[in-house]
């Protein structure tokens, strides 16, 4: 038997789609027993749990549901009391889950492969159960982002590699994990260690993934690359073809342009689980009919807003030359370019000073938008997203989670 971890928050009962395409990708790729362990909270709906055991039975698998805020109600109270910052952070408290997996588990289970639920699994994940821990307490795949120094990511990985506490090569991606439970039960108390550390170091970003790698980096199994291929670099990297692999959305980099191979891949197995029905489409569509409406009106506001004003760019390092093509950017439109995390300082000092003057188009994924507002920018009148106004065909990468979301 094969033994597949998640852990799911679902506070809006829209995000179960995601896990059960995962589930979906696994089931149909593999030939061995599966036994998925569902570990959730109170926000996990009747409906959707219906959804997840109908999948199951579809493929003669089972999946078992675990309510962690009642089971391990004490390990979630110790986690917050460590890392209050957890609860107002851009992760779900689900993100802190796996830390309990080694408890939640009888001792007849030895070992659990945990996966995010923006993965597909585009092989037979026997494969990656049999991968020998060698009494190691995990198995990973490098982190592929921190070899692209222009990525929007990479900021988040840097600090605790910079600082020394993990080397370059040894920092791996948490998003799929083999864990070896006989290891990692009898470690309770290095794990605190690891949340004291994770809450001392507030420039930690990675949460849950850095306390993994501080703790364990130096001694886990290097998973083969195909167990972990990053999406927005083989997109970067031209490549529009599938493998064998395990291929990670990080950052919901899924659109819903089917000339693309990996948007192709995640649509094709979404559509055969529970959660696509005949009002998928009904909810599509409003859903673009309503970023549809709100685009219109950013361009009624724009036409009015640019008189008497120029225009500024704010710019991923690696899009520089895509946005002066797409946007004709003359010479003496002001470009700021986002290399590092420190630069965004620079950036908001140098747009408060042409604030009035310029009206800012942010290309940037992730871009911390509140501090805009802390600083006084109005949206829509100082700054605006600029990935709005794109779409997938011109080689950026462009977030369509909004309307996969709908789905």
């Known amino acids: 038997m094969i033994h597949v971890c998640f852990g799911l928050y679902d506070k809006t009962g829209r995000y179960s789609k995601f896990t059960g395409t995962t589930m979906r990708s696994i089931f149909a790729n593999t030939t061995a027993d599966v036994t998925v362990h ?8 009747a409906d959707n749990r219906e959804k997840f055991s109908a999948l199951a039975a579809q493929y003669n698998q089972r999946v078992e549901f675990y309510n962690v805020e009642a089971l391990c109600a004490e390990g979630l109270t110790e986690i917050k009391r460590l890392v209050p910052r957890v609860e107002g952070t851009r992760y779900s408290i689900a993100t802190f889950y796996r830390f309990l997996i080694p408890q939640m588990f009888t001792p007849d289970i030895e070992k659990i492969i945990y996966l995010d639920s923006d993965v597909v699994v585009n092989l037979d994940v026997e494969e990656l159960w049999k991968i020998d821990l060698e009494d190691k307490p995990l198995a990973a795949a490098p982190e592929a982002v921190i070899n692209h120094l222009d ?7 840097k600090f605790i590699m910079a600082k020394g506490f993990v080397a370059y090569e040894d920092y791996f991606c948490a998003g799929v994990l083999l864990m070896n439970l006989n290891f990692l039960r009898g470690d309770d108390e290095n794990l605190k260690r690891g949340l004291k550390f994770l809450n001392a170091n507030p420039e930690l970003d990675n949460f849950d993934q850095d306390v993994l790698n501080y703790l364990y980096a130096k001694d886990s199994v290097k998973l083969p690359e195909k167990f972990h291929v990053f999406v927005g670099i083989e997109r970067r990297a031209g490549k529009n073809f599938l493998r064998e692999a395990i291929y990670h959305y990080a950052g919901w980099t899924c659109t819903l342009e089917m000339n693309d191979a990996f948007n192709r891949l995640w649509m094709r197995h979404f559509m055969k689980t529970p959660w696509f029905d005949e009002d998928s489409i009904g909810r599509l569509c409003a859903g673009a009919q309503k970023i549809q409406d709100g685009l219109r009106g950013t361009m009624i506001k724009l036409t009015a807003l640019m008189s008497g004003k120029t225009r500024g760019f704010v710019v991923s390092k690696g899009d520089v030359d895509a946005i ?28 408060n000073a042409l604030r009035g003057k310029k009206i800012f188009f942010v290309f940037v994924q992730n871009f911390p938008f509140v501090n805009f507002e802390k600083l006084g920018f109005v949206y829509g009148k100082d700054f605006i997203n600029g990935l709005d106004l794109l779409s997938g065909a011109q080689s950026l990468l462009v977030n369509s989670y909004l309307l996969l979301k709908e789905l």
């Open 38 to 45: 569902l570990l959730h909270d109170d926000t996990l709906t």
């Open 151 to 157: 990525h929007p990511f990479h900021a988040k990985t």
């Open 324 to 351: 002066k093509k797409l946007f004709a950017v003359r010479a003496d439109e002001e470009m700021l370019i986002v290399e590092r995390a420190t630069s965004r300082q620079e950036i908001f000092e140098r747009m």
